[in-house]
């Protein structure tokens, strides 16, 4: 059998092991695999000059998912898991199966404050501990108050839609109208439509009785018990706090439009939060927050003029925290067909450009497209697009002609990683007669990477090559560019957008019909090294880097400029590691898993065709 395919096979077997016990607990040491580079200190997250830097001064890229659509269930009351012992097994499925350095950890207000002014402390030791499991595997925790239609209380038994967020006595004291939503296609129109839920919202950024000092409550209580329940390795991990989902106003005031509501309305909550953060002891991590729901959206009479463009200079206290759905593709009206190469270059270029004028990095911490009715066939194409967009601001098709004009690497995190998708028992609305187990469980979503198999195994149902990606993800300087051609599939077609030209004969042939990534960085001279995460299923791997050309790069010191090690946590995932440590110098690096065993002259050809390429593209 080929080394390819015995790798491939591995990955499930390895990972099945790792599951077995649980997972693998972090050693008195530190974490399992743990170098010296991945301490407390490496993992503080902090803004400077437009990016997410860590403790050593690397540039930061955030890769994962959210977890999870769980949470918006009454199933396992507000948690994102059934058992720790789940949240174990996802943290080691979400980095050995989905490559993730990262989730946003979905919280729930009507779980933390069930009733008014108490707030619940066993849902926060029970959060802690699912959130525990991630920061031992290793993985970055981006905590989220999530809401969806403010609140579930809105709905009645018999509703066709259901809410998520706030608790029932904040429901219960604003005499809401019974909710209709009128002639609604898709559950989010109940935003725009619903008068209940319109009502609720307006109430709430009103501080109407109230309700927004309680929930401000809630947070800075929970903000203290993450702090104090965490031991100061753990905390480090915890990237910061998003303190609101998908924020819209219900209804504006006379005279009032889409930016003066941010400026007025939104950005003093914020500054509310940020001043809870500090409070509770999160003065050095800084708030994701997000703007009005529609200013980015891509149909026109969706958009709403918004971003924050009022809030002045946003970090190193704040992040650029947004959302993008392709909506015309999703609506099935306004997009025949599927995405292609660049599809979303501009949309997510947008997202650099505000974040740019905002003095501050950005992430995109919700994307992704059912995988399931009547646009699924879409969704191969457009996650490769989505990926492709956060990778760099150009399509593939001039990527090589101007990496310069790549813009910055944005982070994001893919919606949704469910554990338990297709295998829910959540009785919607309270409802016995209406007991939801397929898809999300939610509104007639279905957009989880993952579920478990007969077996109880957690297990993608995606294409592992186009979420196990290469991607950056700490760099010791500043990328300049970087592109990964990940070669996933539509069917049983492989989409190829990023070919490497003509121009460079002999990388064509070492990269073959493999994936691979190209990074350009300047580097800062720190003894630590670049990090590029490696996919599970890369059978070889060959570096060509003006550093070294390698076919099948040696374990980590730090005297091996190109090199190979696990990534910490001990989930079996792995990392190329590049040590580059004079200050100001540009360097170039390719990774790919196409030549099988490449030969010194055809890696120092390759070498030599990618020196003058970067030399032509300062």
Known sequence: MPNRWTRLLGVP??????????????????????????????????????????????????????????????????????????????????????????????????????????????????????MRAFLDAGIR????????????????SGSWYSGDGAPAWAVAAGGYPRESCGICLFWGQNITQNEAVKRASYDFWHNVRGVQDAFLATARTTLAYLAEHLTAEEFAAVAGFDPYNEPYAGSYDTGQTSRTWEREVLWPFYTRFRARMDAAGWQAKPAYVEPNLFWNANLDFQRQEGGLLDAGALGPRYVLNTHFYDQKAISGVFMWGKSGDGQYARDLGAVRDRAAAASTAAVVSEFGHPLRGTVSDKAPSVLKAMYQGLDSRLPGATWWSDPSASGPVLSGTQ??????????????????????????????????????????????????????????SATAGRVLAFSYEDRSRDGSTTLTWNPVPAALPHVARLVGAGRYGVLLWRSNGGAAPTELHLPASFATTTVVSDLGAVAGPPGYTAHTPVAVAPEPGGTGSRRVLLTAPEPGGVHFALVTDGATDPSAELLSAARAELAAWAAAHP
């Open 13 to 130: 077997t390895l990972l099945a092991a790792l599951l077995a016990a649980g997972g693998t607990p972090p050693s008195a040491d530190g974490l399992p695999g743990a170098q010296w580079f991945d301490g407390a200190g490496a993992a503080a997250l902090t803004v400077e000059e437009g990016r997410l830097v860590d403790g050593l001064g690397r540039e930061v890229v955030l890769r994962g998912y959210n977890v999870s659509g769980e949470t918006k269930l009454a199933e396992h009351g507000g948690l994102p898991f059934a058992s720790v012992a789940d949240a174990r097994a996802s943290a080691t499925a979400v980095r050995a199966l989905g490559g993730a350095n990262t989730v946003r950890f979905l919280l729930s207000w009507a779980s933390a404050e069930p009733v008014r002014g108490q707030v619940d402390q066993g849902y926060l030791a029970a959060v802690t501990e699912q």
């Open 415 to 472: 919606w949704q990683w469910d554990l338990y998708s297709g295998r829910h028992h959540e009785l919607m609305n309270g409802n016995p007669g209406k007991v939801l187990t397929s898809g999300d469980a939610w509104n007639d979503e279905d957009l989880s990477a993952v579920r478990q198999d007969d077996s109880g195994t957690p297990a993608l149902r995606q294409d592992a090559r186009l979420l196990d990606r290469l991607y950056p």
């Open 141 to 156: 925790v981006l905590p989220d108050f999530h809401q969806d239609l403010f609140s579930r209380y809105l709905f009645d």
